[in-house]
Nanobody, 128 residues
Framework: QVQLVESGGGLVQAGGSLRLSCAAS????????LGWFRQAPGKAREFVAG????????GYTDSVKGRYTVSRDNAKNTVYLQMNSLKSEDTAVYYC?????????????????????WGQGTQVTVSS
């Protein structure tokens, strides 16, 4: 078992930045591939970014490439999502997710069904 707790959400103006954190407890953090998803009102949850166990391999959905950066600190059991140049369409509840695996395979980990554990989410609201 692993417990995930997101933080760092809030209200920001368009063009601004936020950094989300997801702290994990339970099993060995470095065993897990980690992902960030988001769900806007009335829409399905969608993949945002993912990262491999050692942070060496990452993947992003096209709409956030060049603006978002996913990273992790295994010593702190925390994964981060740095979000820059925020747009109103980035408004959503952001979730982190985890699955024990050796590799981050983008085509597999874009699906929420790939993940075993989820946090409760943190709200990001971007005002235009």
């Amino acid at each position: 078992q692993v417990q995930l707790v997101e933080s760092g959400g809030g209200l920001v103006q368009a063009g601004g930045s936020l950094r989300l954190s997801c702290a994990a407890s339970g099993r060995t953090f470095s065993d897990f591939v980690l992902g960030w998803f988001r769900q806007a009102p009335g829409k399905a949850r969608e993949f945002v970014a993912g990262i491999s166990r050692n942070g060496g391999n990452t993947g992003y959905t096209d709409s956030v490439k060049g603006r978002y950066t996913v990273s992790r600190d295994n010593a702190k059991n925390t994964v981060y999502l740095q979000m820059n140049s925020l747009k109103s369409e980035d408004t959503a509840v952001y979730y982190c997710a985890a699955k024990p695996d050796l590799y981050f395979r983008h085509s597999y980990y874009v699906s929420e069904r790939a993940y075993d554990y989820w946090g409760q989410g943190t709200q990001v609201t971007v005002s235009s």
